[in-house]
């Protein structure tokens, strides 16, 4: 591992150079050119352009970067990661988080042709199973599935996220997580599909720059409100409103006109609430 302060100018390979960054922190620019390579693995680029330009690679696995990839010429970046979730336990719906996606520069004939995300029993499964399948559609810390870990003991189990440049190449990346028993907060009983209470999940990405997603679960139909307040109190926007089915349900929170900063958001219904807190960064 290592810390790049940025005060030395940028980090960069050239040539047919392979580099690896592993439990790195950068605050420069990252850049790749000529033929060369880098692999990085649970690093953060946390300031500056992170670019690859002639016909080098860019490998970014279980790693963040705070500005938005560029590839140019015949160069090519694949961002891969999958997040444990979060409350992991058996017989829940758990959405699991995490980034499949791909920049290839206008003269790489390489993208994105799909992804898919498997699960398997112990820390080195023989056998795995197919969670969910995505075709065309890349995703940039988003949800990637919803795993259901219906009929499973608690145990260790491993995500693998496959990505495929073609139908037949592909790079992976894998993640483990420990499945906690059933505690009553997953699904019920009776209808194997519906939350036992009123819950609401914390926003995705957080921090963010321009959006962040925000989930609730609703054990019943219910007419409820979800809105955002800055920390004055001061409602900045109506989320949703309205009759909702019981289940799981999704909205955004768009804040590209919003200054940066803490704000609340808030669920009510039927003489229940519950509220998260988010944090709105400005993209530099």
Sequence with gaps: GCLVDGSGGYVFTEDSTFSTFF???????????????????????????????????????????????????????????VLPPKEARINALLPVYGSAAVWAGPY?????????????????PSVWKTVAVSYGRGVRRGELAVWDTRGLEPGLYTLRLVLFLTPEDSLEAK????????????????????????????????PFSEKTAIRFFLPVSMR?????????????????????????????????RLPQGVYLIRLEGDGISAQVKVLHLNRQ
């Design 23 to 81: 439990l790195s922190s950068i605050f420069s620019h990252v850049i790749a050119r000529d033929r060369s390579t880098q692999l990085h693995v649970y690093s953060s680029s946390l300031a500056g352009d992170v670019l690859a330009t002639d016909a080098s690679i860019m490998l970014l696995v279980h790693s963040e970067t705070q500005q938005v990839p560029v590839a140019k010429d015949t160069a090519l970046i694949v961002e891969m990661a």
């Design 108 to 124: 790489m004939p390489l993208a994105l042709h799909h992804y898919r995300l498997d699960v398997g029993p112990g820390s080195d």
């Design 175 to 206: 993640r483990q997580v420990v499945l906690g028993p059933d505690v009553g907060t997953g699904l019920g009983e009776e209808s194997g599909s519906l939350p036992r209470r009123f819950r609401l999940l914390p926003g995705y990405p957080n």
């Design 224 to 256: 409820i409100s979800l809105r955002a307040y800055d920390l004055l109190g001061r409602e900045v926007a109506v989320l949703a409103e309205g009759n909702f089915p019981a289940g799981a349900h999704q909205v955004p929170f768009h804040a590209e």
